[in-house]
């Protein structure tokens, strides 16, 4: 009996069984691949859907909230009843009597139902009425048409977010003020229209007349203060570190800080700004030049890693050659290097200025969630800003101001958006220009 092995054959066999543990192994690879990219593509999908809802949620209810029912009055007045009227409070009451008795023409109600069709109109009604009748007393009397604010309960019923068919105990309007709304509709004296209110006023208890104006204005005023002192400061600061810093511990525990400084959360600058800027020297609270303050002490960590990150991806080719031509070490970094870091300096600042425009807990601690009803026309003046607006406009028990929330939070996106899309265009235009 021959037990001699066939090396050939004896070489084939362990080839072969390489070839199946190889072929093995590619297939489990393959599979965990597979497996892994699934997981990728779900958490993308996920992600993708939350986003979506997210979006669609804020859209769905903060359109109506660009719009306002409107109602169609004709005002009887008399110059000689406005001009015996001496204080401004009675001038009003007078405005309010107008206003009451062309609404009770409107719905063909008695006179003593006056106090009972108040609810149909805003709060504001009165002062739209005085604006507009400004010149009365110059007149002998007449009639004048226009439309004032419907108030917001009259607004959540036209826009169904109130429904007819609650029971009466849980709606804020009775039976009787729905039957008048749809006479009004009916006889077309009621409408949506543009809210104009909306984006040129300020804050106000009335939820019809809120508007974002105030806002805007708060947060461009904090965000100029922010950019005036966080770019100059924070750019400085970069190419100090980066051009001329010698590299021992000092420097090592600089770097190591402001990447800590990074990470610190909004919070505490808020407490070290109301500790700092408003109790020891004694700034004015609620004001764009704290609030500036204290978001450049946020916004500067960021800066200052961007500008930082830029220089560092200019080649030192480009240096080399500019000092072998007998530049200084001033003028290569001012002439040369800065030029072809400013893309990224740019684009840094940027992200740093909408991360800025976002911030809310440092603000708050500062006093700028204080209700703020006029527009700011100076850093020193009260203000707030559009994050913190909606911040307080979410904490608000009117159902109206789900939307104005809602509203707000598109306004703000649409900022953050134009900022990114800024910093993208401006990064592309100095990228063209050194080409």
Known sequence: MNNTIDPERLRQRLADARAERLQASLQRRHRKEAVFRGLGLGAVCLALGFLAVLLFTIFSQGMSAFRSSHVQLTLEFDAQRLGDAGSERERLEQYQTWLDEALLRALDAPESRASAVRPLLSAAAVYQVRDRLEDVAARPGGRATLWVLASDEV?????GVVDRAWPEAARSLSDQ????IDRLSEAE????????????????????VAGIWGAVVGSFLTLVVTLALAFPVGVATAVYLEEFAPRNRLTDLIELNINNLAAVPSIIFGLLGLAIFINTLGMPRSAPLVGGLV?????????????RSALRAVPNSLRDAATGMG??????????????????ILTGTIIGL????????PLLMIGMVAFIANVPSGFADPATVLPVQIFIWSDSPERAFIAKTSAAIMVLLGFL??????AVLLRRRFEHRLK
């Open 327 to 344: 530049a200084s070490r001033l003028q290569v970094t001012l002439h040369h290097v800065l030029p072809m870091a400013m893309p990224g």
């Open 155 to 159: 607004d959540l019923i036209q826009t």
């Open 295 to 307: 978001l450049t002490l946020i916004t500067l960590p960021t800066i200052i890693i961007a500008t």
């Open 354 to 361: 909408a991360q800025a425009l976002g911030e809310t807990a």
């Open 177 to 180: 003020h729905l039957a008048w």
């Open 417 to 422: 958006a134009v900022m990114n899309l800024a």
């Open 189 to 208: 004296l009621l409408e949506r229209r543009y809210n104009r209110a909306f984006f040129t006023g300020a804050d106000s208890r009335e939820p019809e």
